[in-house]
Structure formats: C-alpha cells, structure tokens
C-alpha cells in the first residue's frame, strides 16, 4: 500500500511529525514501511510556463520553436520535441541550471542551428512512470489547466513535493489498503483524531428507485448490493489533484467518473464501479453466477468464458460485470456517458479469488475484496463516490439508492482481564493506560472490576481473540517500552555434537573437491531398492504407496544419485560430480521399526579438469574418485586405518571395485559402474562409492600429533619389482613399510609396466622410497643396509625380484 504523506494530513493532523519520523513510528507499531520515497528528490528548477508562441522548426520536420513566458520577465525560446505541444498551453518547463531525475542538468543549447533556453517536459522527464501517466499525454508533454500560475513550482502542483511511505501489509492487516484505514492507525499512534471526508449531498426531486432495481440470487456471494444513479454527468479529466494523488498510488487516471472510483477505493478501500446507465440495456440489476460456457468481454477488450463458480452483474439477461473484479466492455463509461449507475458492493472475498485467478485479473478491486472490506462502509463509500461525481462531473445524485440487504454483520467482541494483560506482556499496566489505548483505537469499552470487554469495529476483523486484544496493547504501548528479562532456571548452550561437526567436516570437504550435494528421494522402487547395497536385508514397502517407483524403502544411495546423472546427461550436461548424505532403512522383522543409518554416497562422470586454453581434458577414472576419498579419510584423521581390497559388486566393473574397510571391517565400496549399466542411464564411464558413513563418524581417532619438519636431507630410492600379475601394490606396500621402519618414512607406486618385454604372468611395479633420520644426516651405508633389508623381505614373503 502507497501512503501519500500530503493527503493523510487531509485525515489526521501530522503537525510535529516528519514523513520518516512517521515511518519509524508506524514500523514500531507493527506494521512494516518498506521504504519512503521522495518524490521530488534531486529535480529543481521545473516552474509552469505558458506557451505563447509555437512555430515550426525552420531546420528540422519534427522540432518546434517555442516562446515561453516562464513568469521571469522576457519570455524564452525553447526548442522542443513533443508532437503535442501547442500555443496557448500551461506547461511544465525545465529552466536553464534546472537538475531532472538521473542528475540531469539542463543547459543552454543550440538545436539545429537554433537556441533553446530550457527544456519543456514530460511527466515521465520528472520522475513518473510512463504506465501511470494518462494516455493523452504518454506520448508527448503534459498540459495543466488553463487556472495553473506561470512561475509556480510545478511539482507542487503535481504534488511531487510529496513523500510516499510504502506499507508492507500482512494479510490480516487488510482495514490498512485505504488511505481512511491508515489514518485510524496513524490516530492511534500518535493519539490524535481522524477526520472524516466531506459526503453530504444536494436533495435531488427524483429517486434512484424510479430509474433501477436490483435483485440478487447468489445471496451468500453477494449480501449487499447499493446502486445508485447520477443523472447529467458531464466526462472530462478528473482534477489535477485528483490525478496526482492517483499516480502516486500507482493508478492511471482515465477520466473524472473512472478516476473517482479509483480515489474511493484508495480512500475508504472500497471497490467502486461506474456503468454506463444507457449501455445497460435494461433498468434491472441482477447479480447470479454465471452459467457455464457464458461469454464476457471485460474492460480489456478480452472475451472471458465463464463458470458456475463465477459471480456475474446482469442486466438481467446478459453479464455486465465480473463481480469484484473487472467491469464489461458494453457498460464501460465512455466519452458520451450522461447517466451512470454506481455500484456499491459487498462480496464474498473466496469467489472473488476464484474469478480473478481463473483468469488471471488480479485488479486493486479484487486484491482487496480477497482480503476483507469493512462491510460497514460499503455505504459511506457510495455516498462519498456520488458526492465528488456531482462536484467533479457535475452530475445529479438521485435520492437514495436502490439495496438488496442480507447482510448481518456484528462486531467481535472479545473480553480480557487487566492482569492477563500484564502477565502475558510482563507489564504493570493500570486499567486507565489500557483503557486509553483502546480509545485511541476508536474499540469500545467496557469494564467491570478486572474485567475489560471490547467491542471491535467491523474494519478490525482480524480482532476475535484474547490474545488479539493483548496484541493490540502491547503496540501500541510500544513494544520497546516492554521490560525485557532472561529466562529462568539453568540452561545448556547449544553447540554441535561431535558427530555432527565431523559430518559437517565430509559435507565441506566434498563440495570443497569439487562435488555437488543431492537430495534425493528416501522411496525407490522394489526393482532398484536392494541395488548396491552394502548390508543386503528385506525390503521395506509402504502400506499405501503413491505409485510404484516411490513405493519401498531404499537400502543404497547410489541408485537415485545415479538417476540424478541420467537427469543431467539427458540435458546436455553431460559432466557431473555429486553427493549426498542420508539414511538407508534396514529392516529389523515384520512389525518392528526399522534401523536407519547415515551413509554417504557419490558419482562422477564425464570430465574431471577441462581447461581448454591449455588443451587440457581429464575425463575422470578410478583414481580421481579414489583420492577423492582418501583426501576425506586424512580429513577425518583415518589414513592408516582404511584399507581397499579387490572385490566383485553386482552393477559394478569386475576389474575396478574395491571393498573399502576401516580396522579390516567392510565399512563400503568404490568402483566404476558395470559397462552395461552405464550404458542402460545411457552415461560414459562413471565411477562411484558408498560408505556407512555412520560408522566412519563415529570411528574414535587419536589426537593429532605434530612433528618437526626434518632438518636433515633424506635419501630416495626407487626399486622397480617383478612380480606375478596377481600379487596387488598393496601387499608389497604393506612388506616394504614393515621392514623399512624405523628409517622409511615414505613408499608410494609410481610405475606399472605390463608390456611385451615382461615375461608371460608377470608384471613390473616400481615404487620410491624415501629414508630420513630426523635427529642426524644418514649415511649411505645405513640406507644400503636398510634397503636390502626391504628388498630381502619382498623376495622371501612375495617373490619380489628386481627388475634388470
């Protein structure tokens, strides 16, 4: 909701109370202002000119020379664009040393060979948004009325000398759509009185009975129904004033009969509409649902086709109007409308909502029906509306209006007591400061003892209970001016578990390498539910399912990060690296609930480094994924306790899977997916892993110990061995640590070699061995005798020779 500062002063009096000032209190209170805009900030030097001569451009088809009194004596020649300028025009002129919105300076110029002193402007050249200027004028300059005084600021004339305050309202803060609403609360605030707007009107010698009559048969959607007729209506602009204060609600001003009912709505927050009385075909209102397959052409020239849930004003026979959202085009109010019915309306907020998101109108009017109308100012709203349109279109208000009425409507009320009050707000409230505030309110009150019973207008329907009645007390006091305590009694603090800090250590680490996390769905199918599963157990299906892929309980991560890569692959993003971390579900017996444990899952595929300004592409292997995790096992302090063993996993390639295991106990797995299932995801080559992660977390580690980094040099040696093809890098890794200790400190693979020139069965592995002493430099002869030491040990215990 847009607030102008200048005309709530017209409701409340601001005296003392600065727009930001204002903003801060309202936000206390609890309604939040988002922000408050100036609307006249950074531009000076805009002054009402009178144009006086206008001439063609000698040098240019679409330019116009202009000579225009700028009320500073000699009048000035200004060069100017616009299609619609013309002699005898009030308009708004920029003068030289002016500044325009985005620091624009106007400057004294020569244009096509002519001189211009000044700039004739736009409303959108002033700030104002070009979907909200009236139509007339969205192509060219604008024109005051003949009235307005050369040399006079002209922003204050288009009321850009004002302050906007933009509310965020929450639902039940709807009494607050209307510039009346605001100013209840505003009241309220600053303990000041509303002024209501002007409505009395002329006695007219003829009844709107005599001209219209209205029936209603959807009683429930609409219970209250005012139609009143205005007789010799003439249609022109409505009043600058008028336009403005639109504009700055956001609304385009069309004419003075439209442009009214736009005011009421931002005044009194009622929705207004306007028929011509001559284009209704009929002197009957009928308001019905519509009947199905029914067609009307709304205001927006678009032809709607209505349901049974749709409420529709009839002219008895045919739709005018969707009900509280738009009006038809055949009784839209056009230049040649004399005689207008007015409606004033309360309808049911549910079947607005439905009409208006059926055809996705979302309009001021049903925004506001949607949430609530105060059903007891439908009235006043009518009135005040036919009152301005015999001021401003200079019609004739027929006495009364023409109802249909079966709306009963009582006020909550909602009683309290003083010491409920304070013990929920831990005050020491006395019952004159409550009192007090529900006076300022405008809530009637009644007391007796300790007893406080309120009536709640009808504007405060969000007002039902208790705790609603504590909350109005406790704003208003001011929420600051509440004691503040600290809790009673002992408390933990709360920090994370150890447990979850390490979980939290695998999560940043993985992303940190590199992998995306996935969440995936804990339902699978009976097909791919046991698929990978490191602890094999019976299924477990749900009772009722939604469907059959999302019917069982899974026992592996991996199938549905799997089904992620297929997503992406199938939409050209074809490399891709994820993990998640989540429960499997283990079945413990029929009727028993089942164990959950955390595991932790991951694949990749496609490439894992593609710099392609170096030429450079890594499509990912087994090894990629493999020091992805022995990266995560040294983050978690278990290097030397992880183990991987050669294994055969069903959906996995025989020749590159491996057993993980941490103490020699199988704890999960990593390998390349099985050449047929990867090309079932229709996926290149794609490796994966999954870990009881569970078990990982909870693994006890030693506290970390820290050495000196060695200050004297080491030695290396690599040995390249002959071995049989089935003898693994690990069991020699495994020799050659045990028998280099204490002087080895490093073994690592850095070659295989299983080419023509080995003999048939065997296979040549070299690693590099690094020997250090950190308390003195080694001589060659202790490394020598260690090193033969090494190599006598892999002869005996793997038949481990060199190689020649």
């Known amino acids: 909701m847009f607030v102008s500062y200048k005309w709530l002063q017209e409701y409340v009096d601001l005296t003392g109370v600065s727009a930001a000032e204002l903003a801060e209190k309202i936000t ?5 202002v988002e922000g408050v805009e100036i609307l006249n900030e950074g531009i000076k030097g805009v002054v009402v000119g009178h144009v006086l001569e206008r001439e063609q451009h000698p040098n240019a088809d679409k330019l116009s020379k202009c000579l225009v009194d700028i009320g500073e004596g000699e009048p ?56 909200i200027v009236p139509k007339e004028y969205s192509e060219g300059i604008f024109v005051f009325p003949n009235s307005a005084e050369v040399g006079a600021d002209a922003l204050e004339l288009l009321n850009r000398d004002d302050e906007v305050l933009e ?19 505003v009241a309220a605030i600053l303990g000041r009185k ?17 001209y219209v009559k209205v029936m209603v048969e959807a009683v429930e959607d609409n219970p209250l129904y005012v139609a009143k007729i205005i007789k010799n209506v003439k249609i022109g ?33 009622q929705p207004l509409h306007a028929f011509d009385y001559d284009r209704l075909g009929s002197n009957e209102i009928l308001v019905r649902r519509a009947k199905e397959g029914e067609k009307l052409v709304t205001l927006d020239d678009v032809e709607r086709t209505l349901t049974s849930d749709h409420l529709v004003i009839t002219n008895g026979k045919e739709p005018v109007a969707l009900a509280g959202v738009m009006g038809g085009a055949n009784s839209e109010v056009t230049d040649d409308t004399t005689m207008v019915l007015l409606e004033a309306a309360y309808f049911n907020g549910a079947t607005v909502r439905k009409a208006s998101k059926d055809h996705g109108l979302r309009s001021e009017a049903s925004a506001r029906f949607e949430k609530g109308v105060d059903p007891n100012r439908v009235r006043a709203a009518g009135d005040r509306a036919a009152y301005l349109m015999a001021k401003y279109a200079g019609g004739e208000v027929l006495e009364g209006g023409v109802e249909f009425d079966a709306l009963t409507v009582e006020p909550s009320v909602v009683s309290v007591t003083l010491e409920k009050i304070n013990r929920v707000l831990g005050t020491n409230l006395e019952m004159k400061d409550v009192k007090e505030i529900f006076d300022r309110l405008q809530f009637a009150v009644k007391i007796e003892g300790d007893m406080i019973t309120v009536t709640v207008p009808t504007r405060r329907w969000d007002i039902k209970i208790e705790e609603d009645i504590i909350e109005e007390v406790a704003r208003l006091y001011g929420y600051d001016n509440i004691p503040k305590t600290l809790p009673i009694g002992s408390a933990t603090p709360g920090k994370l578990s150890d447990y979850q800090k390490r979980r939290r250590i695998v999560r940043q680490y993985l992303e940190g390498a ?29 009772a009722m ?48 609930l089942p164990e959950e444990k955390e595991h932790l899952a991951a694949a990749i595929t496609g490439l894992w480094h593609n710099h392609s300004w170096q ?44 057993e993980i295991q941490l103490d020699g106990e199988k704890i999960g797995f990593i390998g390349q997916l099985h050449p047929s299932v990867q090309k079932d995801l229709d996926l290149k080559d794609t490796y994966v892993f999954e870990l009881t992660l569970k078990t990982v977390l909870e693994a006890e580690t030693e506290s970390l110990q820290y050495e000196a980094i060695p200050r004297y040099p080491s030695i290396t040696r690599d040995i390249a061995l002959v071995v049989n093809k089935e003898t693994e890098s690990r069991t020699l890794w495994e020799i050659i640590t045990k028998a280099g200790t204490p002087l080895l400190k490093e073994a690592y693979v850095f070659d295989l070699y299983e080419g023509d020139k080995m003999e048939e069965g065997k296979k040549s592995i070299a690693f590099s061995l690094k020997y250090v002493d950190p308390e003195r430099t080694l001589t060659d002869e202790e490394v020598t005798k260690v090193h033969e030491r090494v190599l006598e040990a892999l002869k005996e215990q793997a038949g481990a020779v060199l190689r020649g």
């Open 194 to 210: 509303v002024k209501l707007p002007e409505t009395s009107l002329e006695p007219s010698s003829e009844k709107a009975s005599d």
């Open 237 to 269: 602009p409505s009043p600058l004033w008028m336009q403005t204060r639109l504009m700055s609600a956001g609304i385009r001003p069309h004419n003075n009969v439209v442009d009214i009912t736009n005011y009421i709505l931002l005044e009194y927050g």
């Open 545 to 592: 399912p939604m469907s059959e892929e999302r019917s069982v309980l899974r026992l592996s991560i991996l199938p549905q990060l799997l089904e992620v890569l297929k997503y992406n692959s199938a939409r050209q993003n074809d490399s891709m690296a994820v993990y998640e971390t989540g429960n499997v579900f283990l079945a413990n017996g029929h009727d028993v």
């Open 615 to 658: 030429g450079e592409k890594k499509p990912v292997d087994f090894f990629v994924l493999k020091g992805v995790l022995e990266g995560l096992f040294s983050k978690l302090g278990l290097t030397d306790r992880v183990t991987y063993v050669k294994a055969q996993i069903d959906g996995l390639h025989p020749g590159r899977t491996a």
């Open 76 to 131: 000035v020649q200004i060069i100017c664009g616009a299609p619609n300028v013309a002699q005898g025009q009030k308009v708004a002129v920029a003068k030289v040393g002016a500044v325009l919105p985005g620091n624009f300076k106007i400057k004294k110029a020569k244009l096509r060979g002519e001189e211009s002193h000044g700039m004739i402007c736009s409303l959108q050249e002033l700030g104002i948004e070009g979907k």
């Open 28 to 32: 206390k209170s609890g309604i939040e």
């Open 167 to 185: 509310l965020g309202l929450t639902p039940n803060r709807a009494d607050c759509l209307s510039m009346l609403g605001v100013a209840y609360e």
């Open 514 to 542: 590199g992998l995306y996390q996935a969440v995936t769905y804990s339902l699978t199918s009976e097909e791919k539910a046991s698929q990978f599963a490191i602890e094999k157990r019976d299924t477990i299906r749900l």
